[in-house]
């Protein structure tokens, strides 16, 4: 809200609301009311709306998702929830011959992070709420998100993105003592047993062909040509 409309912007939370009533009402200039964290955005013209907005308000030389410069970027999350084989996983990334960053997201400012995923063609991330800003990302671009297991396909992140104007792609691992490939539950066997939530926030391994599959179709999807090498 305070790069929206400023620095001192009030947040009023909805339980808040029932303290104000016709004998006390709130009164106020402009007001931004955020829809559902799916529908964050309500398509994709409202989408470069915000971004446009957001790259005036901190001063970028260029409007945010009017362009898809061929970057792709990758972020670990290292705290936690991150795959076990970086190195495979990197080098995949490598033999594509598509220039990338490698960063991550809980470093840097809240600008910088606008900035970073504002240039970024495709995004690969694990699971996570740092992907909520693919909303930054230029219309066209594509999402790779990691799963530590099968178990689970939550599609919060992918109807964000797709509501934002980008493309989804996910890819699942598996977690330490898991079969690859056998969970033994399904998302229905999990609902109301926290151990597959518990799971869902290990760190876990990811087959590098499953991999290389999911980084490729979103490399074509947003328009980027591959360039293989070794």
Same mark, same amino acid.
């Given at each position: *809200?305070? %790069? ?9 939370? +909805?339980?808040?609301?029932? #303290? !104000? ?24 013209? #409202?989408?470069? *709306?915000?971004? #446009? ?7 970028? /030389? $260029? ?18 929830? +991150? ?6 996983? =990197? ?7 598509? /220039? !990338? ?5 809980? *470093? ?16 690969? +991330?694990?699971?996570?709420?740092? =992907?909520?800003? @693919? ?7 594509? @999402?790779?998100?990691? %799963?530590? +297991?099968?178990?689970?396909? !939550?599609?919060l992140y992918g109807e964000i993105a797709r509501n934002a104007g980008l493309f989804h792609r996910s890819v699942h691992g598996n977690v330490s003592g898991e079969a690859y490939g056998e969970a033994g539950r399904t998302p229905v066997d999990c609902l109301g047993h926290m151990s597959c939530n518990v799971g869902l926030k290990q760190d876990f391994y990811i087959r590098p ?18 360039? *293989? $090498?070794?």
């Amino acid at each position: *809200a305070k %790069f929206l409309f400023g620095p001192g912007t009030p947040l009023i939370w +909805s339980e808040e609301a029932k #303290d !104000y009533t016709e004998e006390s009402p709130l009164c106020f200039d402009r007001l931004m009311v955020s829809g559902t964290i799916i529908h964050l955005t309500l398509g994709v013209r #409202d989408a470069e *709306a915000l971004r #446009d907005r957001m790259g005036r308000d901190l001063g970028l /030389p $260029r409007p945010l998702g009017r362009s898809r410069p061929p970057r792709h970027i990758v972020v670990e999350r290292r705290r936690s929830r +991150s795959w076990t084989n970086h190195d495979e996983i =990197m080098h995949v990334v490598h033999e594509t011959g598509v /220039p !990338y960053e490698e960063t991550s997201l809980e *470093a840097l400012t809240f600008e910088e992070q606008v900035q970073v995923l504002g240039g970024a063609g495709v995004f690969v +991330s694990a699971h996570g709420a740092g =992907m909520t800003n @693919v909303l930054w990302m230029p219309t066209g671009g594509a @999402v790779v998100e990691a %799963f530590p +297991s099968k178990v689970w396909q !939550y599609n919060l992140y992918g109807e964000i993105a797709r509501n934002a104007g980008l493309f989804h792609r996910s890819v699942h691992g598996n977690v330490s003592g898991e079969a690859y490939g056998e969970a033994g539950r399904t998302p229905v066997d999990c609902l109301g047993h926290m151990s597959c939530n518990v799971g869902l926030k290990q760190d876990f391994y990811i087959r590098p062909d499953d991999f290389r599959t999911a980084l490729h179709s979103a490399l074509n999807l947003a328009g980027i040509m591959i360039e *293989a $090498r070794r």
